[in-house]
């Protein structure tokens, strides 16, 4: 299942914020290889996401990981 707020226009990176409370849910945002986030390429909403994401890890989301996309 795909759990993306919007697809992954990435090359090769996603930073990826895991729901602690409901399995398999997460948030997912293209990245570089260090987990740097474009926020000016994404959308406002995916933008929001992002910000609320980073400001609840630890109550909402686990501490994201980096994850290879595509494999």
């Known amino acids: ?3 993306c707020p919007m697809p992954l226009a990435c090359d ?3 930073l990826r914020f895991e729901s602690l409370f409901q399995s398999g ?7 570089d290889a260090r987990g740097g ?3 000016d390429a994404l959308s406002e909403r995916a933008r929001q996401n992002y910000l609320f994401a980073r ?3 630890g109550r909402e ?6 994850l ?3 494999g």
């Open 25 to 31: 849910r997460a948030l997912a945002f293209p990245c």
């Open 68 to 70: 290879r996309c595509g």
């Open 61 to 66: 989301y686990a501490a994201p990981i980096i």
């Open 1 to 3: 299942m795909n759990t």
């Open 12 to 14: 090769d990176y996603e």
């Open 55 to 57: 400001a609840v890890v």
């Open 37 to 39: 986030v474009r926020l």
